[in-house]
Structure formats: C-alpha cells, structure tokens
C-alpha cells in the first residue's frame, strides 16, 4: 500500500484557550478572543524524492477535463455518476451541516444529499455534512448545526455554497475572509450573515437547538442578495470515478464486507459514540445506515439512509484544546482509505496534493483509481490514532 507520504502536519497545535460553540439558536452565541488560529489551507511535507515521484500524477491532475457529454437534456452527475437534468448538473451543490445527536433526529432533507460526509468532533461523536444537488423542492433541510474548520475545507472539494448556523472560533477567520461562499446563520462574530433561509419549527419534546432548519426559499433568496455565481466551472476535475453507464463495479474476489462499523461498538473515534454502522443489501447492492442503534431515516419521507458506496478516510488529526475541539487534515498524498462497494471491501490510499479545494481523489494498492458504482456516497473521516476501532465483517 502507498503509505506515509503525509508527514505530521505541524498542524495546528494550540494550548487550551477560551472558546464556546456558537450554538444553533440566533440567542446562543459565543464568547470568543480574537481568532488566532492559522486557517491557512493545510500544507504536505513529504520528501523531495517523493515529490519527484508524483510529479507526474499532479501534472495531470491539473489537466482541463474533457467536457462532460449532453444526452437528451441530460448530464452525468459529478457527485453520483448517474444522469441527472443538465441545468440542475451544472449547478453548484449545496454543503450543509446537519445535526446528528441523539435527541435532534430525526433528520430533514437527507435522503436528497448526494453525498454525506461524517467526521468526529468535540466529545467524541460525530456530526454530518450533506452535499446537496437538488434541494430547491425539499421542506427543510436540518436540523442545521454549527461549523467545524475542517468541514468548511472538505466542502470546498466540492465547489459548493457551504451553509451552517454557529461556529467554533477556529472558524471565524475563514468564514469572514471572503475566500469562500457562506451562507452564515446570525451568531456572534459573523459579519455578513444569510437573513431569510433560517427558521425554527415547532418540535414538541425537543430542545430550542434542534429546531433550526433551512428553507429553500430563504435559501434562493439568500444566494441572490450575496450574488454567488451557482453556475459550476467547467474546468471543475471532479471528485469520483464512476463506473460506465449500465455497468456494475462487482470486484469479484475482494473480500466481503457487508456490516461497516466505523467505530466498532464504543471506540473512541467518535463514531462509536453513535454506534454507526453499515448494513449491505444485495437486492439492491445499497448499505443502510443505522445510527445510535437505529435504521437513520429522514423524517420527510421515512427512508432510510442508504448509498450505493462507502468510504473510510483515514486522516491525521489534532486536539485543539481542553474542550476536545478537534482539527483533521483535509490534505494528503498518501493515506489510507477503505472503499466499500457491491457488498466489496477495496483497501488503499487517497490524495489531493495541491491547494485547498483540490478534490480528494481514491486508489488502490495496484496505484490504480478505484471505480465507485453509480449512486450516493457516503465519507466517514476515521482519526489515524483511532484506526483500530474501525470493523469490517
């Protein structure tokens, strides 16, 4: 396996400071010293002969794609492979925190996201980013929670509007830099914040916090009065490689592995806390999400969550603080990775050196690019202290 091109980020070590999530209420705020904390986009260190190595890989990932083909008013999706109306595949997705405890779900809106991320935060659970293509006819998405740095990073894989309500410090200085597209909720240290897509619902039972949602309308409305481009750029590479149209991925001969649990049954790299975990259909090749225990369904329609692949994304991470705020490397030219598709478990190794916002891209240990099947997505960030938690049967 192509490993240990990623040397320790001298990433973002920082002593335990004063530092209060801005919560997801417009009356929760923060209380915050002025933001320190270096935002840069992260940078790989890896040796000179290494470099050398890969020069070859970068410069082509840098070539201009071929454009995409147009069939019939429609195009093939860069988030799910399948074929989806043009104007709507030409659009910008948007990324959007979703809150993902116990006493919030369940969710809204979900089922629609074309791609999920989940990474471990404070406390050792974990919260999710959905990464939606078509969202404009949904109810509500939510409920919405706040930002952590390193969602904001692994949005930008995706060219997206990124939306969220509250925010650690670490990631003020990035939200109001103007480098990225933010659709803000009001909290405090929020300069320029969205004023219509926020709203709350009443949810009997449940706490102030998990009735914020986002509204399409407001959402429209919002994108319009900050006057974002929605339209995707052309020379965009891409995240995934799909396989042909009407063509299965099978794998044949890799191992098996049919029940995912990213945490195992209570490790310590957050997703044990919710007792995540896989479960593989073959009837309709998808793996179905359970969470604390449960089938994790979207409150809109019933469904279950459910996608077609599965990624573990081994990454390097840090504890900020004394309140267990965390960070993880959104870089790498080397680390591991799991793909898990057809009920299918590929071993091997992502990378996306370049700037920020360079997509991630997946491989195998033969160095070849790992086709995923056509569908939905599913990223979870494992910790590399925390590997062995991970099970796979």
Known sequence: MKQGYLKKLGMLCLAAGLMITAGCGKAETQEAKEDTFNTEAEVIAWEKEEQTDNEDDTAGE????????????????????????????????????????????????????SVIYECPVEGRITRWMGVFEDWKNLGRIGSVRSCRLYYLHFAQEFHPVYAHFGQAQYALSDLNSGKFDVLSGGTKGIKHPATAMYDRISRPGKATEHTLYAFPKGILKDIEKKGYDMTMPEDYPGKFKFADTGEIAEYQGYPDA??????????????????????????????????????????????????????????????????????????????????????????????????????????DENEQEIVLNNGKTFICIIWNDYKDDVVVQ
């Open 62 to 113: 840098k070539e201009k794609p071929a454009p995409r083909e147009v069939v019939d008013g429609k195009i093939r999706s860069y988030f799910s492979g399948e074929w989806i109306d043009e104007e709507l595949g030409k659009t910008r997705p948007l990324a959007i925190m979703l809150n993902n405890t116990s006493a919030a779900l369940p969710m809204s809106g979900v089922s629609n996201a």
């Open 258 to 363: 049919t029940v995912l649990k990213p945490g195992g049954d209570g490790g310590k790299n957050g997703f044990g806390g919710v007792r995540a975990t896989f479960k593989y259909n073959a009837s309709d090749r998808k793996y179905y999400r359970w969470t604390y225990g449960n089938p994790h369904t979207d409150e809109l329609n019933g469904q279950q969550v459910a996608v077609t692949n599965v990624i573990f994304q081994y990454c390097d991470g840090n504890v900020l603080d004394a309140k267990d705020y965390l960070h993880f490397a959104t870089q790498s030219n080397g680390n591991e990775c799991k793909v898990f598709t057809n009920g299918k478990e590929i071993d091997g190794y992502w990378k996306n050196p370049g700037e920020l916002g360079t997509p991630a891209r997946y491989y």
